[in-house]
Each structure stands twice: as structure tokens, then as C-alpha cells.
T-cell receptor, first 113, second 113 residues
Framework: DTGVSQDPRHKITKRGQNVTFRCDPI?????LYWYRQTLGQGPEFLTY????????KSRLLSDRFSAERPKGSFSTLEIQRTEQGDSAMYLC???????????FGSGTQLSVL | SQQGEEDPQALSIQEGENATMNCSYK?????LQWYRQNSGRGLVHLIL?????REKHSGRLRVTLDTSKKSSSLLITASRAADTASYFC?????????????FGKGTKLTVNP
């Protein structure tokens, strides 16, 4: 257990529905990252926050995806109008500012039917 | 897009043998990290090597970095069945001030008892 919590662990939804995932980072970590990973691939960067500010967002991320970190603590990732291609593992990671290594949660496995 | 490319994609060895995985990347970097991932779980940080370092050790792990060739290798000595996992290299670019960590596609290591 790295100390980064993600909820839920698994989510099954029908195409067109909205889904929201939550990530609770390690409490003293001010950087929070979201990644997406499909089978047999490495994690693909989606976005990251420094405290509550979203500093970078992947150009590959469609406008159906939105992430927030309202108080600089937990974060949510919402996918609107889900598509089958959104099926993947969504990983959250956090780190302290001065330390480059990331601590990952166990991920949320999304299946869009 | 993924900057790192690991080689080989899959590796199967016997317990006690050494395992070597290679990673190539495209842009100038600040540092290179290696992570491992057990099936269906989050990633765990193994080791970080900075761009001005050539070799680093941690327990049974040895990492080398050749910035002129834009490549790194991870050596696991005296492998154990518990080392069975996927291994990813990840880089932080030295250009543009981005703090995102870009992962490769990974090497799937199987250690047979």
C-alpha cells in the first residue's frame, strides 16, 4: 500500500453514461497526476496538478474528460458520454515537490459496455 | 505519445539468472526512472538516475544511463519468482519545464521457479 487511494477499484458502465473517479493522494504531496493505461501498454499521461492548479493537460485528452482538485487534496476525474475506447485502467499518482518519484494508487479499472 | 521504448517486450528466465531490460528515449532528460507493476496493480518506483549519472545500484538492481545514446538499462541480478512483473522506464524532459513523467511500453518479465 503506497498511501494513494483510488475509488472505485472497478467500474462497469454503459456507453454514453458519465463516470467519476476519485483519488486521495498522500497527504503532504502537492503534485497529483492522472494516467490511463490499456492492456500491454505503459501509462499514458493525462493531466497533473500542483496543489489545486491544473498545470498541464495532455493534448490527447478530449473535452469529455475533466479533472479537478478543488482544495489541493483529493482529485476527481470525470468522463462524460463514455465510449468503448475509454475502457482502461485509470491511475492516480502523487509526489512531493522536491522528490521526483511518483507514488501510484492501485487504479480504477473502467469497462464501457 | 510515449517517449520510452523498452526492449525486449517480453523476457522469460529461470530463477537465479540475471535479467536485463533496455530503454531508449527521444528527448533530453532531467532524469530517468524505473518502475515495476504487478498484474492489475499500480506502479512501484524502483530507482532514479539523473542525467549526470552513469550508473546506480540499489540492492539487486543496477541501472545504467548513456545520454549520448539516449538509452538506459536495468539489470536485476539473481532473479526470483517474485520479480515477475512488468517493468517500465519513465523520463522527465529537460525541455519546456514540464513536470510530467512519460512512460515507455514496458518489458514483461517472467521468472520461472
Amino acid at each position: 500500500d503506497t498511501g494513494v487511494s483510488q475509488d472505485p477499484r472497478h467500474k462497469i458502465t454503459k456507453r454514453g453514461q458519465n463516470v467519476t473517479f476519485r483519488c486521495d493522494p498522500i497527504s503532504e504531496h502537492n503534485r497529483l497526476y492522472w494516467y490511463r493505461q490499456t492492456l500491454g501498454q505503459g501509462p499514458e499521461f493525462l493531466t497533473y496538478f500542483q496543489n489545486e492548479a491544473q498545470l498541464e493537460k495532455s493534448r490527447l485528452l478530449s473535452d469529455r474528460f475533466s479533472a479537478e482538485r478543488p482544495k489541493g487534496s483529493f482529485s476527481t476525474l470525470e468522463i462524460q458520454r463514455t465510449e468503448q475506447g475509454d475502457s482502461a485502467m485509470y491511475l492516480c499518482a502523487s509526489r512531493e515537490g522536491a522528490i521526483e518519484k511518483l507514488f501510484f494508487g492501485s487504479g480504477t479499472q473502467l469497462s464501457v459496455l | 505519445s510515449q517517449q520510452g521504448e523498452e526492449d525486449p517486450q517480453a523476457l522469460s528466465i529461470q530463477e537465479g539468472e540475471n535479467a536485463t531490460m533496455n530503454c531508449s528515449y527521444k528527448t533530453s532528460i532531467n532524469n530517468l526512472q524505473w518502475y515495476r507493476q504487478n498484474s492489475g496493480r499500480g506502479l512501484v518506483h524502483l530507482i532514479l538516475i539523473r542525467s549526470n549519472e552513469r550508473e546506480k545500484h540499489s540492492g539487486r538492481l543496477r541501472v545504467t544511463l548513456d545520454t549520448s545514446k539516449k538509452s538506459s538499462s536495468l539489470l536485476i541480478t539473481a532473479s526470483r519468482a517474485a520479480d515477475t512483473a512488468s517493468y517500465f522506464c519513465a523520463t522527465t524532459s529537460s525541455q519546456g519545464g514540464s513536470e510530467k513523467l512519460v512512460f515507455g511500453k514496458g518489458t514483461k518479465l517472467t521468472v520461472n521457479p
